[in-house]
């Protein structure tokens, strides 16, 4: 009996310090809510038109994807978004060592978070712009994935 109780007292003391565990939580990963298509923002008669408090705004104006974009995962491969906001693809054929340009899409409208165009069916793609190392780069994402793409601004 001199022996079961030093031993009964060892395991409680094992269990006792074990239920104290870390208190610190784990970080929160930053929830992503579900996405909302906030209208045209080129179209005044949008009710989603947000800039019509700004006074140096011009209807059609906002378009910053406007440029040349390469894409990184392939580089035979680069994505135009167009002043009169056509959507265009370029691909780079190499045995004659030009970039071939065609209409993707005739049309796409924008808002600060998506922009939508039709090919073969409807498609709204959630964008963002961020810097890098003195690059600008143009992240897309299908509303179906969860990977987003990374574009290098070129001209």
């Known amino acids: 009996m001199k022996k079961l109780l030093p031993l009964l007292l060892l395991l409680s003391l094992l269990f006792t310090f074990s239920a104290c565990g870390d208190d610190e939580e784990e970080p929160k990963k930053e929830e992503e809510k579900p996405f909302v298509w906030e209208g045209d923002w080129n179209d005044p008669t949008d009710p989603n038109f947000p800039f019509k408090n700004e006074p140096n705004f011009q209807p059609g104006d906002?378009?910053?994807?406007?440029?040349?974009?390469?894409?990184?995962?392939?580089?035979?491969?680069?994505?135009?978004?167009?002043?009169?906001?056509?959507?265009?693809?370029?691909?780079?054929?190499?045995?004659?060592?030009?970039?071939?340009?065609?209409?993707?899409?005739?049309?796409?409208?924008?808002?600060?978070?998506?922009?939508?165009?039709e090919t073969d069916r409807p498609y709204i793609n959630k964008w963002k712009i961020a810097k890098e190392n003195g690059k600008t780069y143009l992240l897309v994402m299908y509303l179906s994935d969860e990977e987003w793409r990374k574009l290098e601004f070129i001209e």
Do not use: C, H
Request: charged share 30%.
């Open 62 to 117: 906002y378009n910053p994807i406007k440029g040349t974009w390469l894409y990184l995962k392939n580089p035979e491969l680069r994505l135009v978004y167009t002043e009169d906001f056509q959507f265009l693809r370029e691909i780079f054929k190499k045995a004659s060592g030009k970039w071939v340009r065609e209409v993707w899409s005739e049309k796409y409208i924008i808002n600060g978070t998506g922009y939508k165009y």
